[in-house]
């Protein structure tokens, strides 16, 4: 996945910015978290007979201005009003080390979280060392902007490049790795029951 | 596992339904914005459907020691916490002008049952069940939640929710077979009873407790042989948990309540108890017979003037003991902090 080198990011804070046209994408194939993963009994039982994470694809496009970078997510997925839960994307990245994503990241290689959920203004950022220990993350410049068209979600995640003490590093020429999890809320998931993108994809910033 | 644990015990032949213990609870914990249909103390008749309206058939708990999965309340099976017309009522200056609640349909109050109950007259009967966390020694909130954001205090066994941790994600609620477990919609926490441990931990006993005018319930550590919890639950044995049934061990026990006696076809009074005992079972378990029968027999040594330390116990004539170590005044404590 080439995030691609472009004049200025703010034509590109939109989802539905012209820009994006010429962005050439892919899709990220998804799976629904394993259950075996799930980290209680109770979430194992109660969804064991119930289909989750039935998103399988989510459209991914990168573009980067050398200090801020956009990511656009798009899946078929809007939850109908009323949901108890709200529909929900987060992009992970590895902030040292070699965590796994399936397992969230460990206690010496954390994993650096941007969560975006249809029921908040902005972006949440995370820092996970495990399943289920996701705590608030660094504080860092970065911003979404949504919008749904019919059932499909389009999403900008926008982060400044650079990398600090637990934000992950996210710089230009270089390569790092990204993983990524989707949450229908109107199928009431959330927390570990979700799609999830498997393994890593590799993420390479232009020069 | 707590190294000891804090229980309840709620006689229901004393509970009048008055709901102080209600009142005292909202007062001090849940008067906040997004806690308006929280009542982490409700007080309902019974038989009925209790609060929220069909907890009984929303799952949760464990069967054989395995979660069972549960549903989550809606916010309409709690009640509406009603407002009314006072200012027009009271003040506009019309005559006959009634109260009535506001904002269109009413929808259910908390306790819709209220004095329902059961039966046909001259046998119709009802008693109150007075409800809180039942600070279960095996929470299934707590084994529930991913983000292990519920808490047993090792030191007494209170079962609290960290609302820095919790994400909101309501497993908790779905696996409480009690129902006993809110959500705040607008700080997306899930809140609950929290057995008032900030005054717990100074010796004072819980608000619901030290309100109530009937002298309804007992505070105390269960492995405290001095005290009335671990007599009633323990030595007596006449006081149950509620729906042992679903497994998570509740904290709470309740005296069951000896009813009138059933009129025959003939108007005679025969013997047989109002309430029918299988509703009682159906309650508080097989081992309710026994305690029944055991509380008639020392009642019916009361009356005949002989000592009952059961009696004497349950009809709490030292009011402060029943709160076991707990029996600082509130107000001490104030005073703690003034001049600290």
Redesign the interface.
């Known amino acids: 996945m080439i995030s691609h080198r472009i004049a200025a990011i703010a034509d590109y804070l939109s989802p539905v910015a012209a820009g994006w046209r010429d962005v050439s994408g892919e899709q990220v194939p998804l799976m629904p978290a394993p259950l075996a993963m799930?980290?209680?009994?109770?979430?194992r039982?109660?969804w064991e007979r119930k289909p989750y994470g039935q998103i399988r694809a989510l459209g991914v496009a990168s573009v980067h201005d050398g200090r801020a970078c956009a990511i656009r997510l798009s899946w078929s997925g809007v939850a109908a009003a009323g949901s108890?839960f709200p529909d929900a994307v987060a992009l992970a990245l590895p902030v040292r080390g070699s965590p796994a994503l399936a397992l969230m990241g460990a206690a010496d290689a954390p994993i650096h979280i941007l969560r975006w959920q249809s029921n908040r203004e902005g972006l949440r950022s995370l820092l996970a060392t495990g399943?289920?220990s996701?705590?608030p993350g660094p504080e860092i410049e970065c911003g979404a902007s949504a919008q749904a068209d019919g059932s499909t979600w389009q999403i900008v995640v926008t982060r400044v490049l650079g990398a600090a003490e637990d934000a992950a590093p996210l710089l230009a020429g270089n390569r790092t790795r990204i993983g990524f999890a989707v949450w229908q809320g109107g199928n009431d998931e959330?927390?570990?029951i979700k799609a999830f993108s498997i393994d890593w994809q590799d993420l390479i910033l232009d020069a | 596992m707590s190294k000891r644990q804090v229980a309840m015990v709620m006689d229901l032949n004393k509970c009048i339904g008055c709901q102080t213990c209600t009142v005292a609870c909202k007062r001090l914990w849940t008067r906040e914005e997004g806690m308006s249909h929280m009542l982490w103390n409700t007080v309902n008749s019974q038989p009925g459907r209790g609060t929220p309206h069909g907890y009984e058939d929303m799952g949760g708990g464990f069967k054989d020691g395995?979660?069972?999965?549960?549903r989550?309340p809606a916010l309409a099976d709690y009640g509406k916490a009603w407002e009314f017309n006072y200012e027009e009522a009271f003040f506009g200056g019309a005559a006959n002008t009634p109260l009535i609640p506001q904002g269109g349909d009413p929808g259910e109050g908390p306790n819709h049952d209220e004095d329902v109950g059961a039966g046909e007259y001259p046998n119709s009967y009802f008693f109150y069940l007075p409800r809180i966390c039942n600070h279960c020694t095996h929470p299934?909130c707590l084994?529930?939640?991913?983000?292990?954001a519920i808490e047993k205090r090792e030191e007494d066994g209170i079962v609290l929710i960290d609302e820095d941790?919790c994400?909101g994600?309501?497993?908790c609620q779905?696996?409480c077979p009690y129902k006993k477990i809110y959500y705040n919609e607008l700080r997306g926490v899930a809140q609950k009873c929290i057995f008032c441990f900030p005054r717990i931990d100074r010796g004072v006993t819980t608000a619901c407790s030290r309100q109530c005018p009937g002298r309804v319930r007992f505070v105390g550590y269960l492995d405290d042989p001095a005290g009335p919890i671990h007599k009633l639950v323990h030595q007596y044995q006449v006081a149950l948990p509620l729906h042992a049934e679903y497994g998570t061990q509740p904290n709470v026990f309740y005296v069951p309540p000896i009813s009138p006696e059933r009129y025959g076809a003939d108007g005679v009074a025969n013997g047989e108890m109002r309430i029918p005992l299988e509703y009682l079972e159906y309650l508080f378990g097989k081992r309710v017979h026994q305690a029944l029968a055991l509380l008639i027999d020392e009642r019916e040594k009361n009356r005949k003037g002989e000592k009952s330390e059961l009696m004497d116990l349950l009809i709490a004539r030292d009011w402060i003991k029943m709160f076991g170590p707990f029996d600082r005044h509130p107000r001490s404590i104030e005073q703690v902090q003034a001049t600290a």
């Open positions: 799930q980290p209680t009994e109770y979430v039982k109660s108890d399943i289920g996701s705590r959330r927390a570990g | 395995v979660a069972q999965p549960g989550r299934a084994e529930a939640c991913p983000r292990r941790r994400s994600y309501r497993f779905e696996a």
